[in-house]
């Protein structure tokens, strides 16, 4: 049985580019990234979602400009975490991405994206986040380089999901 927390991660993008940021400290350390981290206590998903944009790169997005496009849960062989991975995306937003203490932010063309410097499992599921489809994958890692199964499909609508999950 696992102990499951919730966590966000957003990315900004535009017709050609995605902002990903580069994890300067902690978990995924050197990993370009979306940005995001653990929902606190009293705090809602996408009230999270904004606050952890807006302390990792300066910027600001609006509840109705975040839209919820995928589901993630990762757990890791000989741990007991489920992480609980919510996945937001908006093309709205207001201020200019900053560098802070915890990411550097840079936007990438869409073909030039570096896979080779992210999770592995963002090759198998950034394919739906960037032809805009709604998503669900399970990922289990060995340590943090090595996924030993997965399942990832494309859902027709969040709100279905969400209630069918419970």
Sequence with gaps: MYLRKIYTLVFLRNETQ????????????NKWNGFGGKVEHNESIIDAAIRELREECCVDVNKSDLKNIGHLEFTFEGESILMDVRVFSASVYEGVPTETEEMAPKWFKYEEIPFDDMWPDDRIWFPYLLKNKLFYGIFHYKGYDTILNYEVKELKCMETFYKNKK
């Design 18 to 29: 995605i902002l990903l940021g580069l994890k300067k400290r902690g978990f995924g350390l």
